[in-house]
Nanobody
Framework: QVQLVESGGGLVQAGGSLRLSCAAS????????MGWFRQAPGKQRELVAT???????NYADSVKGRFTISRDNAKNTVYLQMNSLKPEDTAVYYC???????????????WGQGTQVTVSS
């Protein structure tokens, strides 16, 4: 079994910073791409940023220049450094990871449980 556990959400004032972490654990053979998504109330879940196993990154236009995604492959962990936060960044943030599991060698997409980020004006 594989789990993704997120941490680091909270309440912050506009202009502030937060760092989210997402650690994968369990029967992991390897991890391919990892990413962060978010879902605001009444809206669809949207991509925030992704990172490949080789470190190539992709960002939503709305967060370019403010957010940075990174990963520590030795720790099976992906991070999202969020700077210059705006009230419109308020959402539940979810991480995901494309994981090749030990049993059977299948590649499966896993999601974390989500962490709330609230930015006050």
């Amino acid at each position: 079994q594989v789990q993704l556990v997120e941490s680091g959400g909270g309440l912050v004032q506009a202009g502030g910073s937060l760092r989210l972490s997402c650690a994968a654990s369990g029967s992991i053979f390897s991890i391919n791409a990892m990413g962060w998504f978010r879902q605001a109330p009444g809206k669809q879940r949207e991509l925030v940023a992704t990172i490949t196993s080789g470190g190539d990154t992709n960002y939503a236009d709305s967060v370019k220049g403010r957010f940075t995604i990174s990963r520590d492959n030795a720790k099976n962990t992906v991070y999202l450094q969020m700077n210059s936060l705006k009230p419109e960044d308020t959402a539940v943030y979810y991480c995901n990871a494309h994981i090749v599991v030990v049993l059977g060698g299948r590649r499966i997409l896993y999601w974390g449980q989500g962490t709330q980020v609230t930015v006050s004006s």
